[in-house]
């Protein structure tokens, strides 16, 4: 039976975790426009841009594993709640170093670190504490309007930014500074019931979640599932190419493309959200996956910008019913003392199909054209959803997203 949507939003922990949420990625995807346009206005430099994301990267991927090992061991609202302050403080500090004149091109690649450091505990926090803030049988919703919230701020952050910066990078730092300390006090009011774990910190404790996922057929599936098609099948590095030379479009075409995927994700969140996904879980995250590879073929093909523009929404739709599957997955058959190291084990899998994924596209499109490369990349997906059905059964077979729990006998 289908629970009214205002069961959830009853939820007030959850709640109070998704306007966190919210409010955060907004600010952040904020913070990255800023922070990339005054770089590029302090040096002028392709690879300074490049490097600001790399050292972003690096930290978020050398401290994901310790980061899910401590996620476990402490109260996961409050870890969330310090990655926001940690960011906070960023943000307050390219205030001030921009009014007082002493913003550099030194300064901003530390404080991406900084931020690649904040990330790389935030996003198993923020994976691992929604389990304990709602029922299990509201879990796909709540994973649903999670979605749907970050999709916005994806949407609305970069433009928000870029309309701000018009008066200044200390205006859009400023407005990031207010909504990250508005995060951390949302987060510190979450207050979940989490018992940690005890267990001690060891090299095999913190490899914990790596060893369950290897284990679990289906959870193993499932991420690797995202790895590879995300990592073949995306095109979003290519989107200027396209845009330009194919689509025969400008920096406001180019906008709409970047921006179809998450319209796509955002609009599915909603669907999802009225009518969650209850049963052929497992067939329905695979067709979604292959959906994701036909989508991305016509994409490449295509020479019609409304046509390319459409693709990509239904490629964004797709990807979000896989998000909502696998992450649904992830939680309910995860126990709760490790789900922090699990998380974070699925955090290195997104973080590395996103990256190399535009390293492959890249590398791809300069052996065989941007068209051949897109085209490659869809069939490929198309292909690795199929041979998902018979690698791993245990996923390909599985019916409900929450298994109802054998009664007491």
Known sequence: MTLPLSQLFAQRRFMRFWLARISGTTANQMLMVAVAWQMYELTESAWDLGLVGLFQFVPALLLTLPAGQVVDRVRRSSLFALTMLGQGSVALLLVWATLAGFVSRELILGVSVALGVARAFQMPAQQAIVPLLVPESMLARAIALS?????????????????????????????????????????????????????????????????????????????????????????????????RDILHTGPEGLGLLRAAPAVGALLMSLVILRWPIHRRAGHVLLASVAVFGVATIVFGLSESFWLSLLALVITGAADNISVVIRSTLMQIDTPNEIRGRVSAVNSIFIGASNQLGEFESGAAAAALGVVGSVVLGGVATVFIAAGWFRLFPALAQRDQLVQDKPANP
């Open 147 to 243: 979605a749907m919230g970050m999709q916005a701020s994806v949407i609305c952050g970069p433009a928000l930014g870029g309309l701000l910066y018009v008066g200044g990078a200390v205006v859009v730092y400023a407005v990031c500074t207010t909504l990250l300390l508005l995060a951390f006090v949302l987060a510190l009011l979450i207050g979940e019931r989490h018992q940690p774990s005890l267990e001690t910190a060891t090299l095999r404790s913190m490899l914990a979640g790596v060893v369950f996922v290897w284990n679990n057929k289906l959870l193993l599936g499932a991420t690797s599932l995202d790895l590879f098609a995300v990592l073949l099948g995306g095109a979003t590095a290519l989107l200027p190419i396209y845009a």
